[in-house]
């Protein structure tokens, strides 16, 4: 058994992902995998930095990680591969089925897209997007991604047509990081943010509740019911 283990904070532990006998969890400096696979001893080269940020799944059974410092690489049958962008910190790792591929947030260089099938790379053009830091994202019944920032509020992404359009958050003056992001039952877009929970109503965020001097670090239906 080969466990990976780099843990400075506790604290910024994601919770962990299970499949398939495979038991991984990620944070600001922490990969874990705890595997039989033996040859996952000659994997360890690929990791420049033992900062892992983000872990996602595919429906085949690919664990994807996102990292500071080793790019993106992904993990399956017990072998770990690596995609390019290692100049780069990657923020998140949302998986798109219907595209084959995966949505990437940076730090400070926006959002790109990795095609699986030509494992080629590509950029969401908008020049305040390419430098921005990209903190949450999500893809919503209609086919829009949706683009959380640190500094520059959210960005609504048409995936068909590559039109992109600015949401500023009423906490855009005070605190401004947009932390999280959420659909819900009704395809309705939520956003946590370094002072509340707000809803896209009508075309703007609208504040719902407000925690004064709190990151709304996670959104679910339970929470927003």
């Not at 910190?89 to 095609?115: A, S, T, Y």
């Not at 039952?185 to 509740?209: A, M």
Request: aromatic share 12%; hydrophobic share 40%; charged share 20%.
């Amino acid at each position: 058994m080969m466990a990976y283990l780099a843990i400075p904070f506790l604290k910024s532990l994601k919770p962990p992902m299970v499949f398939y006998g495979l038991l991984a969890m990620t944070g600001w400096f922490v990969l874990m995998v705890w595997s039989s696979n033996p040859t996952e001893k000659k994997n360890t080269p690929l990791f420049y930095t033992n900062v892992a940020f983000d872990l996602a799944t595919t429906p085949d059974t690919t664990l994807w990680v996102g990292t500071h410092g080793s790019g993106l690489l992904s993990y399956k049958n017990g072998v770990f591969t690596q995609y390019g962008n290692t100049e780069y910190f990657i923020q998140k790792v949302l998986p798109d089925e219907d595209k084959n591929g995966l949505w990437i947030g940076m730090r400070e260089h926006g959002c790109l897209f990795f095609d699986r099938a030509t494992e080629q790379w590509d950029t969401i053009h908008h020049e305040l997007l390419e430098k921005s830091t990209v903190l949450d994202l999500v893809k919503d019944k209609q086919g829009h991604l949706w683009i959380a920032t640190s500094t520059n509020g959210v960005f609504m992404y048409d995936i068909s047509s590559k039109k992109i359009k600015q949401y500023k958050p009423k906490s855009f003056e005070g605190i401004i990081q947009s932390r999280r992001l959420f659909i819900d039952n009704h395809n309705g877009v939520w956003l946590g943010t370094g002072g509340g929970i707000e809803k896209l109503e009508q075309g703007k965020f609208v504040p719902k509740r407000q925690f004064d001097g709190m990151l709304v670090r996670d959104l679910n239906q339970d929470l927003l019911n």
